[in-house]
């Protein structure tokens, strides 16, 4: 298997906390790998460190074979990240977004390419209204559009459907499950919504205290402890009081 994520002993402080604990992690190429713990758990320290804008304190990683924390502009350059809390600029129409951010990335005619994330993720009947009167559900899905239009090998999304209707939450995991099959792009997803992640998972990692507590498919995780395939259940055993600490 090719790895497009590789930790050797990830750590990270905060002040005397340490948010990232030794991390061992590696995800294959075409996975949608759901990262999962709760809040203060070093999920989204874990992503800020990968992308190269988090320095770690010691250990290191590899991103698309590139290290980070050496060749930050390229490994940007070739991942999409979808922040938790996402800003638009909202005197901006979609399509010039998606035409500023091409700019920045140096991506040679993105026209049709602009075009083409558009009517992806919905928007192309909007395209040329500001971003600013787009609802909730159109600014996550016009973040998703800013991820593809950079054509990643690798996208973080961080809790992509947060403050989304049911409807729009039903769209936006649509469009994640589809795409390593339709745009070759591996998938780390963040999100407390056990349920979401189950349905597009190809495995998971469960994080706790800045350490990684389990990993695997959800049956291997389920079969190890005795329960049934279910990732609530996993999730609950894995970060139950005591779990994980040194004997």
Do not use: W
């Amino acid at each position: 298997m090719t790895f497009v994520v590789e930790t050797f002993g990830l750590t990270k402080f905060y002040g005397r906390e340490k948010a990232v604990d030794g991390l061992d992690l590696k995800i294959g190429e075409g996975e949608i790998f759901g990262l999962l713990g709760p809040n203060g758990a070093g999920k989204t320290t874990t992503l800020l460190m990968l992308l190269g804008l988090s320095e770690p304190a010691r250990g290191r990683s590899l991103v698309l074979g590139l290290d980070p924390l050496k060749e930050p502009v390229k490994v940007k350059s070739r991942v999409g990240y979808l922040a938790e809390n996402m800003g638009v600029h909202q005197e901006l129409t979609g399509r010039q977004t998606l035409e500023f951010l091409a700019g920045l990335n140096k991506i040679k005619n993105p026209g049709g390419e602009i075009d083409d994330c558009l009517r992806t993720v919905g928007l192309a009947s909007v395209a040329d209204k500001p971003a600013g009167t787009y609802s909730r559900g159109m600014r996550q899905r016009l973040g998703l559009a800013e991820v593809l239009v950079k054509k990643p090998g690798l996208a973080f999304l961080d809790e992509p459907t947060l403050g989304l209707d049911p409807e729009g939450i039903a769209q936006m995991m649509g469009l994640i499950a589809a795409l390593p099959k339709e745009r070759g792009v591996t998938v780390v997803l963040s999100s407390h919504l056990l349920h979401l992640v189950e349905r597009v998972a190809t495995r998971v990692g469960v994080m706790g205290r800045g350490r990684l507590l389990a990993e695997g498919s959800i049956p291997e995780l389920a079969a190890g402890a005795g329960l049934p395939a279910d990732l609530e259940a996993v999730y609950r055993h894995y970060l139950r009081p005591g779990a994980g600490e040194d004997s």
